[in-house]
């Protein structure tokens, strides 16, 4: 999304329409944030401005974010305790053309992967796409995503996550259809599956991306919008913004499919702010994860922001 979240909207899903209040309730068995309350700006005084909307961790050293308007990929390192630009690049589609509207980023085994709700240049067409990036700044593959609803165009797809194929065959994952998920049954699709967020509805999409994208699950986020996912190596993470007070939550796989395991809410000193991005450090110590939030308002003159996790979450 481009700006803060709105408090009131409207909005077409299908043939119906859906009038959505800017906070929801409160789930009933939300716990405290599995890690430390304290948190801190871990970026300089208005490096980014505003429409920082993900994040992905390629290493513990190695960050990549990406704003949604002018599309824009940064690589980020470690500068002290904040986290400084090392690399930036302006972002276009497969056919070196439009402004793609980067609203989630996801490094994998198998490469750099963004997610676009539409094409800035055409914003009033919604266009669902996942974009694969090497070192240029055209995308090298592109998927449409087949089987979202029709929403608006700044209501589209907000997060995309990666989970290997490792872990969902040893968990049983299976498909909408009750098939038991088989790599061999996508050739090309890579080493896992690719999970993106709808921000309207809040559900989770799985596909995976051969040719075109092949849709095979989708379910509901436990929130009514979702932001951004993140696969930590054991489970999945689904967060929301300021119209969910900035809660979290975990899913697992449970007879196939991914089930609702916890809801968290953000850590204390975490500011209620139009949180869009999310992301886990691989890296454990001290029996701590590196948490960062990116804040797509720039609340304060700060984009990102930082926390810990417990390991053991």
Known sequence: MREGAVALRIKAIGVFTVLTLGLTATPAQAAAWPGDSATKTADGTNVFGKNLSGLSFESANVVWAVKNSPSTLYRLVPSGAQWKV????????????????????????????????????????????????????????????????????????????????????????????????????YPGHGSGLFFVGLEATGQVYVYALQGTAKLLAKFASGQSQVMELEFDGSQLWATCDNNCSGRATTFGISSGKFKLKATYNRPSTLPNANLEGFAISPSCVNGKKVVLWSDDDNTSSHAIRSGSLNCTV
């Open 86 to 185: 090392d690399q930036t690049r302006s972002l276009s589609f497969k056919n070196g053309q439009g402004d793609p509207d980067a609203e989630g980023v996801v490094s994998t085994p198998d490469g750099l992967f963004v997610v676009s709700e539409r094409d800035n240049n055409d914003d009033s067409t919604s266009a669902p796409t996942v974009l694969k990036y090497g070192s240029g700044s055209a995308a090298t593959s592109e998927w449409a995503l087949p089987g979202m609803p029709d929403v608006d165009p700044n209501d589209g797809p907000e997060g995309i996550a990666w989970v290997p194929d490792s872990y969902l065959t040893q968990n049983g994952f299976k498909d909408d259809a009750g098939r038991t998920y088989n790599p061999a049954d």
